[in-house]
């Protein structure tokens, strides 16, 4: 069942959110070659903690961390680890934050050092695939039309879309319906309603679509071994339209002040 939101939990989940994209600008504040993803992830709990909000993931079926980190050819779900992450990676950080009984999940994959140019192609290429699939969220459409569109970007450019795994809605829980596909057809799947909060959130790899599950039974990465990119945002249907929830502002704040 679809838990459809008053403004005012809309705004409770718009605070829980920015506490997300918050911690993510901390994020790109400390992210280096050289840094672990564990110290990433206590910098991120640490910060949440001070914001009076919860981390959302820590102990969220039975996941062991705040953060999670997947790096180059891993999709999603990746834990934090001592290993040092490298010049020339690219890092999803995904992170959650529970403030007031509501939640907040949020994306973004960093380009960390001397990036190539095709996988700073393929982040470019991913942003726009959320971008897209958000402005498709509005009243009107249907769930399918965001996917098509989302879908249609990615492999126009010749990329792989992950099937397996897909956006959500989101509230006082994590993970609500409806299921958000990256792909589908025009004029199909649930109707977009006055109130709908979900989370968008391409995975769009640089080979095939396909995955495979690690030996850790967390971290998803590309079957064929190549890159992948994941963005991700909190949209609230308002007045007909999408509203975008949480913001990379401080992500780019950030890495602005690095360059």
Not at 46 to 54: D, G, P, W
């Amino acid at each position: 069942m679809i838990i459809y939101k008053t403004k005012e939990e809309i705004e409770l989940l718009r605070e829980a959110a920015q506490v997300v994209s918050r911690t993510l600008g901390k994020i790109a504040e400390a992210i280096e070659p050289g840094i672990s993803s564990l110290e990433l992830d206590a910098i991120a709990e640490s910060y949440i903690r001070s914001q009076k909000a919860e981390p959302g993931f820590l102990g969220l079926y039975d996941f062991p961390n705040t953060l999670c980190v997947s790096i180059n050819d891993e999709v999603v779900h990746g834990y934090p680890r001592k290993a040092l992450i490298k010049d020339g990676d690219i890092v999803s950080i995904d992170c959650g934050a529970i403030l007031n009984g509501y939640y907040g999940d949020h994306a973004y994959t960093f380009a960390v050092g001397n990036v190539s140019e095709d996988k700073l192609k393929l982040l470019r290429v991913t942003r726009e695939c959320l971008e897209i699939g958000i402005s498709h969220t509005k009243v009107g459409n249907r769930l399918g039309d965001v996917g098509y569109h989302i879908q249609k970007h990615a492999e126009d450019h010749g990329y792989g879309v992950v099937r397996e795994l897909v956006g959500h809605g989101i509230g006082q829980t994590m993970h609500e319906e409806p299921q958000v596909p990256n792909y589908g057809r025009r004029g199909r799947g649930k109707k977009i309603k006055e109130g709908l909060t979900i989370a968008i959130e391409p995975m769009i790899n640089m080979g095939t679509g396909d995955i495979r599950y690690l030996s850790d039974n967390w971290t998803i990465a590309t079957a064929d071994g190549m890159p992948s990119a994941h963005f991700e945002h909190d949209v609230a249907v308002v007045d007909g339209l999408p509203v975008v929830l949480s913001t990379f502002k401080y992500v780019e704040e950030a890495l602005a002040k690095k360059k």
